[in-house]
């Protein structure tokens, strides 16, 4: 085999080994934040695992129901009530915080109400066959984040991989994108994660196919295709943010680059087209046929909308960062003020290393994502009554860093190599794993009950399975993994190894 043969004269071994330790790194982090927020103590979750019980039980859609919820403002109950669906819990599989329909608790077995009960199957096929493994509620529970987590870190994996030429500042959008949020939202039951992690995979795919055009690797297109129809699929906004990956794509390839892909792999694209249509047929067909698209759009009053949707904005920055158990564990500001600046670092250096072409392309995706959420709250989300949520928007927040470092890299061609531009990805791996390490530890002491204790597994109130040692030690190899991952990443460039595509026989 090609790539064996070409491990075995070291050609292809130590280019791969830097990203082969960052990833894993970032599955034991996935498993530390899957383990470490308490059973149904994260957005939503019981809803979630409600919906994933719905499909265990062979029910596309439950049947319709009343929904009530203590405290919830008129607006707030026709928005879920709208999607509320109801499934029969058995006594012992029931959430502890759900009651039954007629707001009794679950002694008995009875119907319960979830919110959540028409979204989108696609999440939630995998963490349903989690509920067939256990005996309750908390058991289901677990091994539904497991199920949850695996195709997304699977998909991140395989972003970074497509990402990957050697060179280190390939990676270097991703490091701005990939929050603690990212792998928190992943490591939890619902499907933000999957439309997350998907969008993820499908633009680095869709970057590495405009990096190399004619050259790029049968990987980089299967992983297009099947993150793209993942994308779609996996929430409510998924056509959006696969149509702004795909365009912010576009726009580096240019016309002349774009018109030599088409003559080179007219094929695949027809394949991959319509493929895409589709995924958004069975979106819109599915949208139809459970109702669940039914936001409603009113730009009135005008002015006072549009002040609204700037102050969602302030929490859907801080949200997008790092906000963690039931959204009530904001990591604290100067800690996202660092991690935005590292991302606004990132945007400066796109605009003064791209081509003209590239300039606008990174200025026109800044000034959308920043207008985005504004005016998707001030006019739509608004009208449900609830707060729009950082994870929500992540998909499309993500796409600043990662044009952004895609753009440097593009430019920077021999320039990485000098000592001064050798240390910067290095460095900016080492904080990575710091900051990730940070977050995951300043959540932990909250979860365990203790939250302005150092040391906060010898006085916990709540133990996650296997105990917080165990958890800590997995997060300690995650950032020895990354930080050793740094070292390879500068002999990589220290070695001036060229920007090539690695092979894959498929």
Same mark, same amino acid.
């Given at each position: 085999?090609?790539?064996?043969?070409?491990?075995?004269?070291?050609?292809?071994?130590?280019?791969?080994?830097?990203?082969?330790?960052?990833?894993?790194?970032?599955?034991?982090?996935?498993?530390?934040?899957?383990?470490?927020?308490?059973?149904?103590?994260?957005?939503?979750?019981?809803?979630?695992?409600?919906?994933?019980?719905?499909?265990?039980?062979?029910?596309?859609?439950?049947?319709?129901?009343?929904?009530?919820?203590?405290?919830?403002?008129?607006?707030?109950?026709?928005?879920?009530?709208?999607?509320?669906?109801?499934?029969?819990?058995?006594?012992?599989?029931?959430?502890?915080?759900?009651?039954?329909?007629?707001?009794?608790?679950?002694?008995?077995?009875?119907?319960?109400?979830?919110?959540?009960?028409?979204?989108?199957?696609?999440?939630?096929?995998?963490?349903?066959?989690?509920?067939?493994?256990?005996?309750?509620?908390?058991?289901?529970?677990?091994?539904?984040?497991?199920?949850?987590?695996?195709?997304?870190?699977?998909?991140? *994996? +395989?972003? /970074?991989? !497509? @990402?990957?030429?050697?060179? #280190?500042?390939?990676? $270097? &959008?991703?490091?701005?994108?990939?929050?603690?949020?990212?792998?928190?939202?992943?490591?939890?039951?619902?499907?933000?994660?999957?439309?997350?992690?998907?969008?993820?995979?499908?633009?680095?795919?869709?970057?590495?196919?405009?990096?190399?055009?004619?050259?790029?690797?049968?990987?980089?297109?299967?992983?297009?295709?099947?993150?793209?129809?993942?994308?779609?699929?996996?929430?409510?906004?998924?056509?959006?943010?696969?149509?702004?990956?795909?365009?912010?794509?576009?726009?580096?390839?240019?016309a002349i680059a774009g018109r030599e892909l088409l003559a080179?792999?007219?094929?695949? *694209? +027809?394949? /991959?087209? !319509? @493929?895409?249509?589709?995924? #958004?047929?069975?979106? $819109? &067909?599915?949208?139809?046929?459970?109702?669940?698209?039914?936001?409603?759009?009113?730009?009135?009053?005008?002015?006072?909308?549009?002040?609204?949707?700037?102050?969602?904005?302030?929490?859907?920055?801080?949200?997008?960062?790092?906000?963690?158990?039931?959204?009530?564990?904001?990591?604290?500001?100067?800690?996202?003020?660092?991690?935005?600046?590292?991302?606004?670092?990132?945007?400066?250096?796109?605009?003064?290393?791209?081509?003209?072409?590239?300039?606008?392309?990174?200025?026109?995706?800044?000034?959308?994502?920043?207008?985005?959420?504004?005016?998707?709250?001030?006019?739509?989300?608004?009208?449900?009554?609830?707060?729009?949520?950082?994870?929500?928007?992540?998909?499309?927040?993500?796409?600043?860093?990662?044009?952004?470092?895609?753009?440097?890299?593009?430019?920077?061609?021999?320039?990485?190599?000098?000592?001064?531009?050798?240390?910067?990805?290095?460095?900016?791996?080492?904080?990575?794993?710091?900051?990730?390490?940070?977050?995951?530890?300043?959540?932990?002491?909250?979860?365990?009950?203790?939250?302005?204790?150092?040391?906060?597994?010898?006085?916990?109130?709540?133990?996650?399975?296997?105990?917080w040692p165990v958890w800590i030690a997995v997060v300690g190899?995650?950032?020895?993994?990354?930080?050793?991952?740094?070292?390879?990443?500068?002999?990589?460039?220290?070695?001036?190894?060229?920007?090539?595509?690695?092979?894959?026989?498929?």
């Amino acid at each position: 085999m090609l790539v064996g043969a070409r491990l075995a004269r070291g050609s292809i071994g130590p280019r791969l080994w830097p990203i082969g330790l960052i990833c894993v790194g970032l599955v034991l982090f996935g498993f530390a934040w899957t383990m470490s927020s308490p059973p149904f103590q994260a957005p939503d979750e019981a809803s979630h695992y409600l919906r994933a019980m719905e499909l265990d039980q062979g029910e596309l859609l439950g049947p319709r129901v009343r929904y009530a919820t203590p405290g919830a403002s008129p607006a707030q109950l026709a928005f879920a009530a709208h999607d509320a669906r109801g499934v029969e819990v058995p006594a012992a599989m029931s959430p502890g915080n759900e009651v039954c329909e007629d707001g009794k608790p679950d002694v008995r077995g009875c119907l319960e109400v979830t919110p959540t009960g028409d979204y989108y199957p696609v999440a939630y096929v995998l963490p349903a066959v989690g509920l067939k493994l256990a005996s309750n509620a908390t058991e289901a529970l677990w091994f539904g984040r497991i199920l949850s987590l695996l195709p997304c870190v699977a998909l991140i *994996l +395989a972003g /970074l991989f !497509a @990402l990957w030429d050697s060179s #280190g500042w390939s990676l $270097a &959008g991703a490091l701005g994108a990939l929050t603690p949020m990212v792998l928190f939202v992943c490591s939890i039951l619902n499907p933000s994660g999957l439309e997350i992690a998907s969008n993820f995979a499908f633009v680095a795919a869709a970057f590495r196919i405009a990096r190399d055009r004619a050259r790029a690797p049968k990987f980089s297109w299967i992983l297009l295709g099947l993150s793209g129809v993942l994308t779609i699929v996996a929430y409510q906004t998924g056509p959006l943010s696969a149509l702004a990956g795909l365009a912010i794509a576009v726009g580096l390839i240019g016309a002349i680059a774009g018109r030599e892909l088409l003559a080179a792999r007219r094929r695949e *694209l +027809a394949r /991959l087209g !319509a @493929l895409f249509v589709a995924a #958004g047929l069975a979106w $819109a &067909g599915y949208s139809i046929l459970s109702g669940v698209a039914h936001s409603q759009f009113d730009a009135s009053p005008f002015w006072a909308s549009l002040q609204q949707g700037l102050d969602a904005l302030r929490s859907v920055w801080e949200d997008a960062v790092g906000n963690f158990s039931s959204l009530t564990v904001p990591l604290p500001a100067p800690a996202r003020w660092l991690w935005w600046s590292a991302d606004a670092a990132l945007v400066l250096g796109a605009l003064m290393l791209g081509s003209r072409r590239e300039r606008i392309v990174v200025a026109v995706t800044l000034a959308l994502v920043l207008l985005y959420p504004v005016l998707f709250f001030a006019w739509v989300y608004r009208l449900s009554g609830y707060g729009l949520q950082g994870r929500q928007l992540l998909p499309i927040l993500m796409l600043v860093p990662l044009l952004s470092g895609e753009v440097i890299h593009r430019n920077l061609r021999q320039t990485a190599f000098r000592p001064a531009a050798r240390l910067v990805v290095p460095a900016a791996l080492v904080g990575f794993a710091a900051f990730q390490a940070y977050a995951w530890w300043y959540n932990a002491r909250v979860s365990a009950g203790v939250p302005h204790a150092g040391a906060f597994w010898v006085h916990a109130h709540w133990d996650p399975p296997l105990g917080w040692p165990v958890w800590i030690a997995v997060v300690g190899l995650g950032t020895l993994a990354l930080i050793t991952a740094a070292a390879g990443l500068y002999r990589c460039l220290a070695a001036r190894a060229p920007a090539r595509s690695f092979e894959v026989l498929v």
